[in-house]
C-alpha cells in the first residue's frame, strides 16, 4: 500500500496488526464504515460479526479472560456505541484488558446533536479505565497502542477510542506505532514481604484468600501455599489460581462460598490475601470479616489496600513476585489441629443428592476436563457451577463477577471458544440469561464453531431473584415467573441450525450429555429442573460470614401479599 | 466510606493539589471520580502552569484521613493525574480570594472602611448602598473578615477556593507525593516535572 492510500481507518488496522491482534468482534454501521470498508485491505484481521454489541464486546472479554490477552471490539457511534456500555462495565469491575473502538461523526458535526451522535467518551468515563477521542489523524496510531497498554497494564481494564468518521477518512502520513513495551510490574517493598513471612512464622491459624489478580501467579502461588502448607481458598473470581485437587483448598467463600472456607475466614488468625478487592460478596459485613485476623494484603493496585478492609501488612506489588518472594524462606507450619478443623468443615460439604439444578449442575462440570473452559451467566446456576466445578488451572472458569451481567456467558463463551478452538467452551446459562444474548446463535452459525456447547439450566425462573424473594420477601413472587412464555429451546437452537438436547429427569441427564457433548457440532442442552430450589450455603446480604446458612431451612407456608 | 480508619480520626478539611495533563474533559474525569466515589470537595480550583499542557488543581476534601487517602490513591490511577500533592504533609503556602459585597448605611460606612483595612481588604467596587472588597489570604483571615462583616449585612460573596504552593524553603524535605510504580514508567515525561520519590502514609514504608 503507499504511503498516498493511507487513511486513518487504514492506520488503525495496520496498528491493531502491528500488536498482534488477530481477531476483533463488532458491528458495523454508518460512523464506522470507513474502518469497515479498510478491513477489506487487512486480511490477516479476523472480523466476527456478533448480532447486537452487547454479544460482540462480551465476546471479546471471553477471549480476553480465555487467554488473559487484549480482547477487542468495534461498533458504530450512537446506538452501537451505547450497546457497549454494559460490556465496558463489566470488564472494568473484572479488570478485564479490552480495547473497544468506536465511530463517531465527524467532527464539525460533533456536538451538534447529529445523527446517530452519542456522548461516548462522557458516557464511559466512570466505567472505563482511560478513554479518548481521536481529533487528528496522525495521533491515531499513537492513541490505539497508548491505550492497548493502558489496558493491559498495572491492574488491567478497558479503554475505549472514540474516532470521528472525518478522521478515519483523513489521509495519515506518519509511521505506524510499534507496541509499548509492557512495564515491568513493581517489587512489593522487602520491609513489606519480611514482616509478612515474621506474621505467617507466627499464625496459628492461617489462611490464604486469592482473588482474580492472581490468576497469572497460579504457580506460584500453589508452591507458597504447598511450602507454608496453608489452606488456600479462592474467590469466584480467582477459581482455577490454585488446583482444586490438592487437599489444601477450601472452596470459595462469601456469599454461597463453602463452609470451610467461611469459617476458616472467620476463626483465621492471619489471613494473607492476594490479588482481590475484598467485594462485599466475598466478605459479608465487613466488621465480621476475618475478625481476629491479621490482615497481609498482596495488591498491585494502591486504590485497593485498605480500600474495605484494614490491612495489618500492605504489600504492594506483582502477585507473581510477591508469592515467590513470601515462598523464601518457608518453613512447614504444623498446626494439626487448625488442619483437623477445617478437615471437619469440609466433611460438612454435601452432594447434591435430590433432582433439581445442583444436581444437574454437578452432572455437567462432572464431565469437564482440566483444559475445557467453563463460562456461566448470572444467576443460581453461576453459583452452583462455582461451588461444584474442580478447576486445576486459571483462566478456564469465565463468568462476571463484579458486574454480574446477564446475558455474559453465552457470548462470552464464544470467544472464549474462538481464542481456543481446540478446546471445549462449556457455557452454563439459565432460562432466563440466555435469553438476553440468544441472538448470537447466529454468530455461532455463521462461523461455524464447533466447541461451543450450551447448557441451559431451565427452572422456568429468574432463581436467584426467586431465591431472594424466598427468603426476604415473604414468598411473594414479583415478575419473575417465565414459564408460560419461554421459548422452545431446542426449536430455538434449531431455527438457528444448532442441535439441540433435552433433559427433564436424572435418568435421562446421563444420556443427554453424553450425546450432547459427544456432538461434533456447538450444540446445546436444556436442562428442566423443578422450580423452587435455592442455592445453598448462603451469607445473607448484611451478615457476617459466620452467620451463614449451611442449609436450605424448612419452607414457611407461602404469604399471600397483603393487597391479594 | 467503610474504611475502618474511620472510627480513629475526625473528620477534617485537607487540602491537595493534583497536576494534571491539560485535556478535554479532565476535570469532568476527576470531579466525576469524586462524585461516584462519594468523596466531597469542599473547593477546587484549576489554573494553567508554568509547564505549557499541565494544570493545576487544588481542592479542599473533607473527610478522615482514611477518606483522603483513598481519594488521593483513585485519583493517582487516572492517565491524565502526573501527580498528587498531599499539602498537610508539606510546609506549603495557601491564599483564596474572595469578592464580598456588603451593605451599607451612611452611619456604618466608615466603620465597614475601618475593619477592611484591619484585613487590608481592598475596595473594588463602590455603591451608595454597597461596598465590595477583595480579600486574599489563607481560610482563616478570610472567614474571620467574613463574620465581621456579617453584622453588617453581606449581599454576596464569591470564593476562588484555595490554591497552594509548598514552600521553597523545604526543597530539602522530601516531598509526600503519591505516585504509582506503572504510572511513572508509562507515561511520557512531561518537561520539567520529575515526578519525586513517592512515599505512601497510612502505611508508611512498606510501599
Known amino acids: 500500500m503507499t504511503q498516498q492510500d493511507m487513511t486513518g481507518a487504514k492506520a488503525l488496522w495496520a496498528t491493531l496488526v502491528r500488536h498482534g491482534i488477530s481477531t476483533v468482534f463488532g458491528y458495523p454501521g454508518g460512523a464506522i464504515m470507513p474502518v469497515y470498508d479498510a478491513l477489506t485491505f487487512y486480511p490477516e484481521v479476523r472480523h466476527v460479526l456478533a448480532r447486537h454489541e452487547q454479544g460482540a464486546i462480551h465476546a471479546a472479554e471471553g477471549w480476553a479472560k480465555a487467554t488473559g490477552e487484549i480482547g477487542v471490539c468495534l461498533a458504530t457511534s450512537g446506538p452501537g456505541a451505547t450497546n457497549l456500555v454494559t460490556g465496558l462495565a463489566d470488564a472494568m469491575m473484572d479488570s478485564v484488558p479490552l480495547l473497544a473502538i468506536t465511530g463517531n461523526v465527524a467532527r464539525h458535526l460533533m456536538g451538534t446533536d447529529a445523527f446517530q451522535e452519542a456522548d461516548i467518551t462522557g458516557i464511559t468515563l466512570p466505567i472505563t479505565k482511560h478513554n479518548y477521542v481521536v481529533r487528528d489523524v496522525e495521533e491515531l496510531p499513537q492513541v490505539i497502542a497508548e491505550a492497548i497498554r493502558i489496558a493491559r497494564s498495572g491492574r488491567p481494564g478497558p479503554v475505549l477510542v472514540d474516532i470521528p468518521k472525518d478522521i478515519q477518512l483523513a489521509p495519515y502520513h506518519g509511521e505506524i506505532t510499534a507496541p509499548h513495551a509492557r512495564p515491568e510490574a513493581p517489587a512489593p517493598a522487602p520491609e513489606a514481604t519480611e514482616r509478612a513471612r515474621e506474621l505467617l512464622r507466627g499464625a496459628k491459624k492461617p489462611v490464604i484468600l486469592v482473588g482474580g489478580g492472581s490468576l497469572d501467579a497460579a504457580a506460584e502461588i500453589t508452591a507458597l501455599a504447598r511450602a507454608w502448607d496453608i489452606p488456600v481458598i479462592t474467590t469466584l473470581m480467582g477459581l482455577g489460581a490454585f488446583p482444586a485437587s490438592d487437599p489444601l483448598w477450601l472452596g470459595m467463600p462469601g456469599m454461597h462460598g463453602s463452609v470451610a472456607a467461611n469459617r476458616a475466614i472467620s476463626e483465621a488468625d492471619v489471613l494473607l490475601g492476594i490479588g482481590l478487592r475484598f467485594d462485599d460478596r466475598v466478605t459479608g459485613r465487613v466488621s465480621g470479616f476475618a475478625p481476629n485476623a491479621a490482615i497481609i494484603h498482596v495488591e498491585l493496585d494502591a486504590a485497593e489496600i485498605g480500600k474495605i478492609v484494614r490491612t495489618h501488612v500492605p504489600v504492594r506489588g506483582d502477585a507473581r513476585v510477591a508469592a515467590r518472594l513470601l515462598t523464601e524462606g518457608a518453613q512447614k507450619l504444623d498446626l494439626p489441629e487448625w488442619k483437623a478443623q477445617i478437615g471437619e468443615w469440609k466433611s460438612r460439604t454435601r452432594q447434591p443428592d435430590h433432582w433439581g439444578a445442583a444436581h444437574a449442575v454437578q452432572a455437567v462440570v462432572g464431565r469437564l476436563g482440566p483444559d475445557d473452559i467453563l463460562s456461566s451467566d448470572v ?3 453461576q453459583m452452583l457451577a462455582a461451588q461444584l466445578a474442580r478447576f486445576e488451572r486459571p483462566r478456564r472458569w469465565i463468568n462476571s463477577g463484579g458486574l454480574g451481567t446477564m446475558g455474559f456467558g453465552f457470548p462470552a463463551a464464544i470467544g472464549a471458544g474462538m481464542a481456543e478452538p481446540g478446546v471445549r467452551s462449556v457455557v452454563i446459562a439459565g432460562d432466563g440469561g440466555f435469553q438476553m444474548t440468544a441472538q448470537e446463535l447466529a454468530t455461532l452459525k455463521m462461523y461455524d464453531i464447533r466447541n461451543v456447547k450450551i447448557c441451559i439450566i431451565n427452572n422456568s425462573y429468574l432463581g436467584m431473584v426467586r431465591q431472594w424473594q424466598e ?6 413472587y414479583s415478575e419473575v415467573w417465565l414459564g408460560d412464555s419461554n421459548p422452545d429451546f431446542l426449536k430455538l437452537a434449531d431455527a438457528y441450525d444448532v442441535p439441540g438436547y433435552r433433559a427433564s429427569s436424572a435418568e435421562e441427564l446421563p444420556a443427554a450429555i453424553d450425546a450432547w457433548l459427544a456432538d461434533p457440532r456447538s450444540s446445546l442442552l436444556e436442562v428442566v ?36 | 466510606m467503610t474504611a475502618p480508619t474511620s472510627q480513629d480520626h475526625p473528620q477534617r478539611d485537607h487540602l491537595v493539589s493534583a497536576l494534571v495533563r491539560d485535556e478535554p474533559r479532565v476535570l469532568t474525569r476527576i470531579t466525576s471520580l469524586f462524585g461516584r466515589r462519594g468523596y466531597n470537595i469542599r473547593s477546587l480550583s484549576v489554573g494553567s502552569t508554568e509547564h505549557p499542557g499541565v494544570s493545576r488543581m487544588t481542592f479542599v476534601v473533607t473527610g478522615d484521613r482514611g477518606v483522603v487517602e483513598q481519594a488521593m490513591r483513585q485519583l493517582e490511577k487516572l492517565h491524565d493525574v502526573i501527580k498528587i500533592i498531599d499539602h498537610s504533609l508539606e510546609k506549603y503556602v495557601d491564599r483564596e480570594l474572595v469578592l464580598v459585597k456588603v451593605a451599607i448605611t451612611p452611619e456604618s460606612r466608615v466603620e465597614v472602611r475601618q475593619i477592611a483595612e484591619d484585613f487590608r481588604a481592598r475596595i473594588v467596587d463602590v455603591g451608595r448602598h454597597a461596598l465590595t472588597f477583595e480579600v486574599t489570604g489563607d481560610e482563616g483571615k ?25 514552600r521553597g524553603s523545604n526543597a530539602d524535605i522530601p516531598s509526600h507525593v503519591y505516585h504509582g510504580g ?8 512531561v518537561e520539567g516535572i520529575e515526578p519525586r520519590e513517592e512515599r505512601a502514609r497510612g502505611v508508611p514504608n512498606l510501599f
Open chain 1, 529 to 564: 429442573v423443578p422450580h423452587e430450589h435455592a442455592v445453598f450455603p448462603m451469607v445473607p446480604a448484611g451478615a457476617a460470614l459466620n452467620e451463614m446458612i449451611e442449609a436450605e431451612p424448612p419452607r414457611a407456608p407461602r404469604k399471600e401479599a397483603k393487597d391479594a
Open chain 1, 471 to 476: 427468603m426476604f420477601h415473604e414468598r411473594r
Open chain 2, 182 to 189: 506503572e504510572t511513572e514508567t508509562l507515561r511520557p515525561a
Open chain 1, 379 to 381: 444467576g443460581q446456576h
Open chain 2, 142 to 166: 478570610i472567614t474571620a473578615f467574613i463574620e465581621q462583616m456579617r453584622s453588617f449585612g453581606i449581599l454576596e460573596t464569591m470564593r476562588t477556593g484555595r490554591i497552594a504552593l509548598t
